[in-house]
């Protein structure tokens, strides 16, 4: 499985450099991968998931969306 050298800060935009260094049997689903911004300095530990089970709903941000919505429809 392939990590990215490098990906965007959500922060700021600016590029993360990866900062783990790749495992000798190559990476693995539930890996963690730490990136540092080089922007605004903050770390980032980025877990290696299933590409193929990756979905919008999947996500925590999705769900306390769904939560904002469903209150803010009840006021």
């Given at each position: 499985m392939e990590?990215?050298?490098?990906?965007d800060?959500?922060?700021?935009?600016?590029?993360?450099?990866?900062?783990?260094?790749?495992?000798?049997?190559g990476?693995a689903?539930?890996d963690?991968?730490?990136?540092?911004?080089?922007?605004?300095?903050d770390?980032?530990?980025?877990?290696?998931?299933?590409?193929?089970?990756?979905t919008?709903?999947?996500?925590?941000?999705?769900?306390?969306?769904?939560?904002?919505?469903?209150?803010?429809?009840?006021?």
């Amino acid at each position: 499985m392939e990590v990215p050298e490098k990906i965007d800060c959500i922060d700021c935009g600016q590029p993360c450099y990866r900062l783990s260094f790749p495992p000798e049997e190559g990476w693995a689903i539930g890996d963690y991968v730490a990136y540092r911004c080089s922007g605004c300095n903050d770390r980032w530990d980025v877990v290696v998931a299933d590409p193929d089970e990756i979905t919008p709903q999947s996500s925590l941000s999705a769900e306390a969306r769904a939560v904002f919505e469903s209150r803010r429809q009840d006021n």
